[in-house]
């Protein structure tokens, strides 16, 4: 007796097939780009709309990114998910890690760009930011993943509880020493 294909597909297939791939890259290119873009605009905008005020401009530039980083890189997660749903969780993380990498590295070449081609002046951050937004985006990829995949919503909560204080009690350590 036949398996049917339905009962052959692994849901933790550890490779991916030529359509995962196509898919992955696609998602991972349009996500980041779409995230550089974003992130570049915003940051000269309000650097326009906020020249004075500095510790307001820089609140504001921060509580932005981290808004788009996490929209843009739960978007990502569930993109992939919804286009090849059995593919394995590790894929997803990477999905949501690389938008946010590249994504970042775009925006940061995004600024270069502008100041050497329009000489605005835009300050640029530091590159230490791509590591912060990468780590960031490990964890709304990862409570991304939590949503989609666990059933359970009492596993989920404490899932994604235990996520987020792994979290923050990593950030602490890192910046105490």
Same mark, same amino acid.
């Given at each position: 007796?036949?398996?049917?294909?339905?009962?052959? =597909?692994?849901?933790?297939?550890?490779?991916?097939?030529? =359509?995962?791939?196509?898919?992955?890259?696609?998602?991972?290119?349009?996500?980041?780009?779409?995230?550089?873009?974003?992130?570049?605009?915003?940051?000269?905008?309000?650097?326009?709309?906020?020249?004075?005020?500095?510790?307001?401009?820089?609140?504001?530039?921060?509580?932005?990114?981290?808004?788009?980083?996490?929209?843009?890189?739960?978007?990502?997660?569930?993109?992939?998910?919804?286009?090849?749903?059995?593919?394995?969780?590790?894929?997803?993380?990477?999905?949501?890690?690389?938008?946010?990498?590249?994504?970042?590295?775009?925006?940061?070449?995004?600024?270069?760009?502008?100041?050497?081609?329009?000489?605005?002046?835009? =300050?640029?951050?530091?590159?230490?930011?791509?590591?912060?937004?990468?780590?960031?985006?490990?964890?709304?990829?990862?409570?991304?993943?939590?949503?989609?995949?666990? =059933?359970?919503?009492?596993?989920?909560?404490?899932?994604?509880?235990?996520?987020?204080?792994?979290?923050?009690?990593?950030?602490?350590?890192?910046?105490?020493?």
């Amino acid at each position: 007796m036949a398996k049917s294909k339905k009962t052959q =597909e692994t849901p933790l297939a550890l490779g991916l097939d030529q =359509e995962d791939k196509r898919v992955l890259w696609r998602t991972i290119a349009i996500a980041s780009v779409l995230l550089g873009i974003f992130l570049a605009v915003t940051f000269v905008v309000l650097g326009k709309v906020f020249p004075e005020k500095p510790g307001f401009l820089n609140a504001a530039r921060t509580g932005i990114s981290l808004l788009a980083f996490w929209i843009f890189t739960t978007s990502a997660v569930r993109t992939f998910d919804r286009f090849r749903p059995n593919v394995a969780f590790y894929w997803l993380v990477l999905v949501g890690v690389a938008t946010a990498a590249i994504g970042i590295v775009l925006f940061l070449t995004g600024l270069r760009l502008w100041n050497e081609l329009g000489s605005v002046g835009a =300050e640029l951050p530091s590159y230490s930011i791509i590591g912060f937004y990468t780590a960031a985006a490990l964890v709304a990829s990862l409570i991304s993943l939590i949503h989609i995949r666990v =059933e359970n919503e009492m596993t989920g909560n404490l899932l994604e509880l235990l996520v987020i204080v792994i979290a923050a009690a990593f950030f602490f350590w890192v910046t105490q020493g």
